[in-house]
Structures are given as structure tokens and as C-alpha cells.
């Protein structure tokens, strides 16, 4: 008899964990849905260096209420995010991840955020508020982009 109560606890056991990490995966897509989703509800506003809402946004906000929506408190400056969550290498990324860029100009530097919306073989695709475009989705292969990778970060986990 104690045999079959020691094999029922570790079916039990085994099970129970199996379908606690089902729930947790679940609840992690989900998440990763519901900021990529709200990131996609700020398509077409205009760039605002320092807004933070719908009549205009950049590129760190976009990342903090998109995340917020979902419960993550992130920071507010793209390189401050930068240094959050946990780095992902090229050949890790999925949807949700932050990528971040680093860009040069003549003795200036700045930083910019985006997240990864889809990853498949036909792309890496993120959505980003542009300056000069206000918040559109982007191919991270584009040169422009690419060439100015600094890090990934991933916040949901």
C-alpha cells in the first residue's frame, strides 16, 4: 500500500507541475499578445519627443504603456529599458521582445526602442514610434536598422 501511495504522489506531483507550466505558458502568451496588441492601438500617431498618448507618443513610452497594459512597470527612457529584463541574443528574439538601437551622428548619440511583433522566416518585424513617421512597423533586416542593433531585452519571461 505504500508503494502505490509514494507512485500516486509523484503522478501527482509530475501532472500538478505539468499543468502549472502550461498555465504560466499560457499567461505569458497572452501577456506578450495583449502588449503587442496595444502597441498596434498607437499605429499612426505622430512622434512627440516626451509624449507619453495617443496625440503623441515616443518610442520609450510606446514600450511602457504597451507593457503596462499588461502589468509590467518598465522604465521610461529607452536607455534605461535597455538595461531591464533579460538580454536575448539575434538568434533568441520573439514577438514581445524589446529590441534597442543605438545611432550616431555628428557628436551626438541617441537611443531608440521597438518591439518585436513577428519573427518567421519571411522577417523580423517591430513596431517603433519613428520620428519622422510617427509609429509604424518596420523590417529589423533593413539595413538602416539592423547595422544599429545595440541589444534585445526580454520582459515577459
Not at 87 to 94: D, H, L, N, Q, T
Not at 109 to 124: A, E, F, L, N, Q
Not at 137 to 144: K, Q, T
Request: proline share 1%.
Amino acid at each position: 500500500m505504500q508503494k502505490a501511495s509514494w507512485i500516486l504522489l509523484i503522478s501527482l506531483l509530475l501532472f500538478g507541475g505539468s499543468a502549472l507550466a502550461q498555465k504560466k505558458k499560457r499567461k505569458r502568451a497572452q501577456d506578450i499578445q495583449k502588449v503587442i496588441d496595444v502597441a498596434y492601438t498607437y499605429s499612426g500617431t505622430p512622434y512627440k519627443y516626451g509624449g507619453n498618448s495617443q496625440s503623441g507618443i515616443d518610442c520609450s513610452a510606446l514600450m511602457q504603456n504597451s507593457y503596462a497594459s499588461a502589468g509590467y512597470k518598465i522604465p521610461r527612457t529607452a536607455k534605461s529599458q535597455s538595461k531591464y529584463g533579460k538580454k536575448v541574443g539575434w538568434g533568441g528574439i520573439r514577438q514581445g521582445d524589446i529590441v534597442f538601437f543605438k545611432f550616431k551622428a555628428k557628436r551626438e548619440k541617441w537611443y531608440h526602442s521597438g518591439m518585436i511583433t513577428s519573427v518567421s522566416k519571411d522577417g523580423i518585424y517591430f513596431i517603433h514610434a519613428s520620428t519622422s513617421r510617427g509609429v509604424i512597423v518596420s523590417d529589423l533586416n533593413a539595413d538602416y536598422y539592423k547595422k544599429n542593433v545595440k541589444a534585445f531585452r526580454r520582459v515577459i519571461h
